[in-house]
C-alpha cells in the first residue's frame, strides 16, 4: 500500500475509486463515440477528470481545511501522485477548452478531438493499473 497524503476534506470526492473509473469508462466510450469534435474533447477531459479523482480517493486522506479554496482535480493529483505530473500538466491545459465546448462556444479540430481522446484512454488504463483495477 501506498502512503497517503492528506488533502482538505471538502476536495474528495464523494465516489469510490470503482465508481470513479466505471464513469472514466462511460465518459471515454461517449467521446469515442460522439458526432461533433467539441462534444469529443469534452467527453474525453471529463473522463480523464474522473479517473484523476479515481487516485485522489485511492491515495489520499482528509484533513481539516483552513479555507474553502477551490483546487482544480490536477493540482490534487499532482500532490497525491507526482508520478503523474506531466499528465495533470496535458490535462490542466485543457481544462478552459473542455468548458468551452460544453457551453458550446469553442471551436475544436479533429485532430484537437482525436489527441485528447487518445490521451485520455491511455491516461485510465495506466490508472487502472496503477490502481489495480484492471478489468
Known sequence: ???TTTVPAHTLPHRTPIE???LAHRGL???RDADEHAQQYAA???AALRAAAAVIAARATPAPARRKQITSVWVLLSMVAPELTPWSTFFSAGAAKRSAAEAGIARVTAEEAETIVQQA???IELIEQML???A
Open 29 to 31: 466510450a461517449e467521446a
Open 44 to 46: 474525453a477531459h471529463l
Open 121 to 123: 484512454g491511455r491516461f
Open 1 to 3: 500500500m501506498r502512503a
Open 132 to 134: 489495480d483495477l484492471a
Open 20 to 22: 470513479l473509473m466505471h
